[in-house]
């Protein structure tokens, strides 16, 4: 069974296609510790340019798939952590 691709991050959505740090961490509702804790441990793809950090949109996005749960509730795959939970 092949994995559903899906756009996370849908370009219109955002003003521009490139992240700070802080700015991606607002996406992923995640603090700053957190992000920069991704970028060190080399879970988020980024780009270096000087001592700037910079993440592309794509490279966010690639993030979010890889680290999504897939789960399956009356025989349909839901996206997410919701229907997992007791109850749903």
Do not use: W
Request: with cysteine; net charge positive; aromatic share 10%.
């Amino acid at each position: 069974m092949s994995n559903p691709t899906f756009e996370v991050l849908p370009a219109s959505e955002f003003e521009h296609d490139i992240f700070t740090p802080m700015e991606a961490a607002q996406i992923l509702r995640v603090g700053r510790s957190t992000m920069y804790g991704l970028i060190s441990a080399h879970q988020i793809r980024y780009i270096k340019c000087g001592r700037k950090i910079l993440i592309p949109r794509l490279y966010l996005q690639d993030y979010i798939e890889k680290n999504t749960v897939m789960c399956y509730h009356d025989n349909q795959m839901k996206i997410g952590l919701s229907c997992c939970e007791k109850g749903a």
